[in-house]
């Protein structure tokens, strides 16, 4: 949850919120940003700096009149260890065998966007695709939690700690609006080319499929996460 412009972020700080992460003007000479700054130092709270174009473009409010200079995170530690990611409840993202920076960005951002608590990543990528697919994610990795991780381990663990483990793969009985997406559970979108390993959806508590009537007979990667995550935000706010 982001708290948005000083005045918000203010209100944050004085009723105890769970803040654990600012974004502020590189360079502000804002006095209310500054001591807003101080405040988190003093609290051990991250501070990032960002651009006026970045914390724009991540500002809730955004118009163009209106130029917030300092943004919190709320609820959400992105440093969050996997033990303190499964003691938490909520929603967690595996992306099982995905291979492109790009699509796994987009998936990154998604997951964020959507109030995911963690991502967890299951590719062999060296180091310079996992930077690319930080870029892809238009920096929103910032701000949640990633882990690249053994598949079938985390799935394991996740069932362990309380999760419904749902895949989403073409041979499922369920689409995800005759789902329920709420309490804790783990969400898997495959691969681009082989989906979800056999071993993982035999884990799997239940299978979701997303209807598809044209004639190219599959979805890109992020398409079905974003799908999915936006009905499980639905049910979560009714």
């Not at 944050?12 to 974004?23: H, K």
């Not at 991250?46 to 209106?66: C, L, Q």
Request: aromatic content about 6%; overall charge neutral; glycine content about 6%.
């Amino acid at each position: 949850m982001q708290r948005c412009g000083a005045q918000e972020v203010s209100e944050a700080f004085s009723n105890n919120e769970e803040i654990t992460l600012i974004l502020a003007l590189k360079d502000s000479k804002d006095p209310e940003v500054l001591r807003l700054i101080d405040i988190a130092k003093n609290k051990s709270i991250p501070v990032k700096e960002g651009s006026e174009r970045d914390i724009w473009r991540m500002a809730r409010d955004n118009k163009f009149d209106t130029k917030p200079q300092i943004l919190a995170l709320v609820g959400r530690n992105p440093n969050a260890s996997i033990d303190e990611i499964l003691e938490s409840d909520g929603i967690i993202w595996l992306l099982a065998g995905a291979k492109y920076p790009v699509n796994i960005g987009f998936t990154i951002r998604t997951a964020e966007v959507s109030g995911a608590n963690a991502v967890f990543i299951d590719s062999e990528l060296n180091s310079n695709d996992r930077k690319g697919a930080k870029r892809a994610s238009m920096k929103s990795h910032r701000f949640i939690p990633l882990h690249w991780v053994d598949g079938i381990s985390i799935v394991d663990r996740a069932k362990l700690s309380g999760f419904r483990i749902i895949s989403i793969e073409d041979i499922g009985s369920k689409t995800p609006w005759e789902a329920d997406l709420t309490g804790k559970i783990m969400l898997i979108i495959g691969g681009e080319r082989e989906g979800i390993s056999k071993s993982i959806l035999e884990k799997s508590d239940e299978i979701l499929r997303i209807p598809m009537t044209g004639f190219v007979p599959s979805f890109n990667l992020q398409a079905p996460m974003a799908i999915v995550a936006a009905e499980a935000q639905r049910q979560r706010m009714s």
